[in-house]
């Protein structure tokens, strides 16, 4: 689904709330909610944001949505009100989360429920040490791209993964809000050093090591260090 506008998501998260109705997180939900007049005039809206509301534009079924633009690697609509949603959706199990008191079994459990949801998935055992941010934290994880993390690897603090590129031009920048995304992939027991940051489309092999404040800009090799900015081969890591 695509809204080709850029109309705050708060206003259908506040204004449901008000009306004591849960804002929808279904795709198919909000497209009913913002194709039916009635139910927006229900919502008891400001009558510029209603209009505003009822005007926006939702592709065919057909057309990809702005997410699996998003996640392949094209331009996207950043201000997508599926995607907002679901950033919004983030927020709240990421405040979940960093509330927790984890001094017991059962919190624990709650804890992983709640980081299963919020990243799709997480190993056995797992212990995400609080407080934790996709968005803006001290490990920044920006995943509009897919970020795929193997087994055993360390971060230390302050990482930095980007996966989003805003657009060179500053006209496109300012008049359409266009962004580009693209996957990063770190392998096998890596180890990203505090303060590196990871940009786009780079993939860290198998046991490669990335130096404190490095900035990676290209692919990192299995078993190999590289450390700088931009991050340069050091040496090769003995087994």
């Given at each position: 689904?695509?809204?080709?506008?850029?109309?705050?998501?708060?206003?259908?998260?506040?204004a449901?709330?008000?009306?004591?109705?849960?804002?929808?997180?279904?795709?198919?939900?909000?497209?009913?909610?913002?194709s039916?007049?009635?139910?927006?005039?229900?919502?008891?809206?400001?009558?510029t944001?209603?209009?505003?509301?009822?005007?926006?534009?939702?592709?065919?079924?057909?057309?990809?949505?702005?997410?699996?633009?998003?996640?392949?690697g094209?331009?996207?609509?950043?201000?997508?009100v599926?995607?907002?949603?679901?950033?919004m959706?983030?927020?709240?199990?990421?405040?979940?989360?960093?509330?927790l008191?984890?001094?017991?079994?059962?919190?624990?459990?709650?804890?992983?429920?709640?980081?299963?949801?919020?990243?799709?998935?997480?190993?056995?055992g797992?212990?995400?040490?609080?407080?934790?941010?996709?968005?803006?934290?001290?490990?920044?994880?920006?995943?509009?791209?897919?970020i795929?993390?193997?087994?055993?690897?360390?971060?230390?603090?302050?990482v930095?993964?980007?996966?989003?590129?805003?657009?060179?031009?500053?006209?496109?920048?300012?008049?359409?809000?266009?962004?580009?995304?693209?996957?990063?992939?770190?392998?096998?027991?890596?180890?990203?050093?505090?303060?590196?940051?990871?940009v786009?489309?780079?993939?860290?092999?198998?046991?490669?090591v990335?130096?404190?404040?490095?900035?990676?800009?290209?692919?990192?090799?299995a078993?190999?260090?590289?450390?700088?900015?931009?991050?340069?081969?050091?040496?090769?890591?003995?087994?």
């Amino acid at each position: 689904m695509v809204v080709s506008s850029s109309v705050d998501i708060s206003f259908i998260v506040k204004a449901a709330e008000t009306a004591g109705i849960s804002p929808p997180s279904d795709p198919a939900q909000l497209n009913a909610l913002l194709s039916n007049p009635e139910a927006l005039k229900s919502m008891n809206l400001d009558p510029t944001i209603q209009s505003a509301l009822a005007s926006l534009s939702i592709t065919k079924s057909g057309d990809k949505s702005e997410e699996e633009k998003m996640l392949c690697g094209e331009m996207y609509d950043a201000m997508d009100v599926s995607l907002m949603m679901k950033k919004m959706q983030c927020a709240s199990l990421q405040e979940q989360y960093n509330s927790l008191f984890q001094i017991d079994l059962e919190t624990l459990k709650k804890g992983a429920t709640i980081m299963k949801d919020m990243l799709g998935g997480i190993g056995e055992g797992c212990l995400v040490s609080r407080p934790f941010k996709c968005d803006n934290s001290d490990c920044v994880f920006l995943d509009c791209g897919k970020i795929t993390i193997g087994n055993n690897v360390l971060f230390g603090p302050g990482v930095h993964i980007y996966t989003v590129n805003h657009l060179i031009d500053a006209e496109m920048r300012r008049n359409f809000g266009k962004q580009t995304a693209k996957p990063v992939k770190i392998g096998n027991d890596a180890w990203i050093c505090g303060r590196a940051v990871i940009v786009p489309g780079v993939t860290i092999g198998d046991g490669a090591v990335v130096a404190a404040g490095s900035v990676v800009t290209e692919d990192v090799g299995a078993g190999t260090m590289v450390a700088g900015n931009p991050a340069k081969f050091v040496k090769i890591i003995a087994n």
